[in-house]
């Protein structure tokens, strides 16, 4: 199994560019999420599924969409990047609650 | 707003002592877990203890929780190398709010000394 992974792992953008982001797992979990890590900061929940179909947000979910067409598939999307989003995302999912499996992350550098 | 504090910040401590960090929070709970951080990795989860469970081991861990201080501790016994990370502990919303979400700490920088 390659558990949780996001694609891309990398990638700089200009203000005012698109992107999304992908998140895949392979152990059929009902829940995702995703986090952006900042300096200091720890994890903050940017939005969240809890199955196919469905979306919440999180703590800080402006500037941010997400979509779950898919049980195993989680976009988190980018209309308009921003320097302030600069950050690390991680995607992440769990069975239901408790515990939850991390990706290894996407650094998004823009500027 | 972050649920769960950390104590200290950092901490370097040389290879084979005992390492323990601290977890505050503010509201009631039903789980609180602890997850590890390797530079530039994402979380690994390390343990979960219910509100009902005042301490739990895992190998080298210790966990202890009280709800009556909102707070918690990990405990790393025999330190190595290999354990030199961030420690965040994770808090969902409690039994009024669902624990489907969970609000992390901003962690403890663990440095072992070989």
């Known amino acids: 199994n390659a558990g949780v992974t996001q694609t891309p792992k990398f990638r700089v953008l200009k203000t005012g560019q698109s992107m999304t982001l992908l998140c895949a797992q392979d152990m059929n979990h009902e829940y995702m999420y995703w986090y952006r890590q900042d300096p200091g900061m720890g994890l903050r929940l940017i939005h969240y599924?809890?199955?196919?179909?469905?979306?919440a947000k999180g703590e800080v979910p402006d500037g941010y969409n997400v979509s779950r067409l898919k049980k195993q598939n989680f976009l988190l999307g980018l209309e308009s990047a921003a320097p302030s989003q600069t950050s690390v995302y991680f995607c992440?999912?769990?069975?239901?609650?408790?515990?939850?499996?991390f990706g290894p992350g996407t650094r998004l550098l823009v500027l | 707003s972050q649920q769960g504090e950390e104590d200290p910040q950092a901490l370097s401590i040389q290879e084979g002592e005992n390492a323990t960090m601290n977890c505050s929070y503010k509201?009631?709970?039903?789980?609180l877990q602890w997850y590890r951080q390797n530079s530039g990795r994402g979380l690994v989860h390390l343990i979960l203890i219910r509100s009902n469970e005042r301490e739990k081991h895992s190998g080298r861990l210790r966990v202890t929780l009280d709800t009556s201080k909102k707070s918690s501790s990990l405990l790393i016994t025999a330190s190595r190398a290999a354990d030199t990370a961030s420690y965040f502990c994770a808090t969902d919303a409690g039994a009024n709010f669902g624990n489907e979400k969970l609000t992390f700490g901003t962690g403890t920088r663990l440095t072992i000394i070989p």
């Open positions: 599924s809890v199955g196919e179909g469905t979306t």
């Open positions: 992440a999912s769990s069975r239901f609650w408790e515990t939850q499996y």
């Open positions: 509201t009631s709970i039903n789980n």
